[in-house]
């Protein structure tokens, strides 16, 4: 994987297939807003767990770093940047790639990926619907 970042949606095809595949696996993610006029941005690594039953996930450090070259977009940076600006982003407890509606365990939702303040459930499927 390349040392750079991306936001939410733009990481998840090419992270979560990986991460799927390898059991007990753990990711360090750069999610970062970008920052006008530089291609670098700020923002949290976010280090995520495979579970057998899920993706555990908590962010860990301040990062500022590269943008990934396809790995944005501007709805991804906006959904970020407004999460950040909300606070609370150490109660994140998973990374869900199953569909559902937004709720108040959701702490940053995206259309195919959702950061939430829930934890595993014991009964989720190892690969949720949803990762292509
Ligand atoms: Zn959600």
């Known amino acids: 994987m390349p040392p ?3 936001d939410t949606e733009r990481a ?9 595949q390898l059991a007990g696996a753990r990711l360090l993610l750069p999610l970062t807003v970008g920052v006008p006029g530089v291609n670098a941005g700020w923002g949290q690594m ?3 767990t495979r579970l057998d039953q899920g993706y555990a996930a908590r962010f860990v450090s ?6 990934c070259t396809g790995a944005r977009s501007e709805d991804g940076d906006a ?3 407004q999460a950040y600006a909300r606070a609370g982003m150490d109660t994140v407890r998973t990374v869900r790639c199953d569909a559902h509606p937004s ?3 959701c702490w940053l939702h995206a259309p195919q990926v959702c950061l939430s303040t829930l934890a595993v459930p014991e009964d ?3 690969a949720p619907a949803g990762i292509d």
């Open 103 to 105: 709720d108040a365990g």
């Open 12 to 20: 998840r095809h090419a992270y979560a297939e990986r991460l799927r």
């Open 4 to 6: 750079c970042s991306a």
């Open 62 to 67: 301040l990062v500022g770093i590269f943008h």
């Open 46 to 48: 976010l280090l995520v």
């Open 124 to 126: 989720a499927p190892i």
């Open 79 to 81: 959904r970020l940047a």
